[in-house]
């Protein structure tokens, strides 16, 4: 597993983690995240390919991903590094959520997941 930053000009602009699976190998980008001051600036893919070449460098057969994500940029960005949208999962629940009335009222979450295939297994 690997943490990456993106500093511009002495400041954290962005970030990014993978972490490795071994029983399926395939690598999770996760948390990726850029300051929204900095966003449209090639940021976001230049960490999302950083995922990806901790991927093939480690021998891992393919990266997933999922978001809750509601901004089309997002999926956008996802889709020029290569990730398929392999489905999506409606009524998510993110953790700590309680599924009190309120929340199923305000919390309408969709889960999208998406994979790249580095290599067949």
């Given at each position: 597993s690997c943490f990456w930053v993106a500093v511009l000009d002495g400041n954290v602009v962005g970030i990014v983690?993978?972490?490795?699976?071994?029983?399926?190998n395939t690598v999770e980008l996760r948390r990726m995240s850029v300051d929204s001051n900095y966003r449209?600036?090639?940021?976001?893919?230049?960490?999302?390919?950083?995922?990806?070449?901790f991927a093939m460098l480690n021998n891992y057969s393919s990266v997933v991903l999922g978001t809750t994500a509601v901004k089309m940029a997002a999926h956008k960005l996802y889709e020029s590094l290569g990730f398929k949208h392999v489905g999506v999962v409606e009524h998510y629940a993110l953790p700590g959520m309680t599924h009190s009335l309120l929340e199923?009222?305000?919390?309408?979450?969709?889960?999208?997941?998406y994979r790249l295939q580095l290599r067949e297994e």
């Open positions: 983690a993978a972490r490795g699976n071994e029983e399926d449209g600036k090639g940021i976001a893919k230049a960490l999302g390919r950083k995922v990806l070449e199923r009222m305000f919390f309408q979450l969709r889960y999208h997941r």
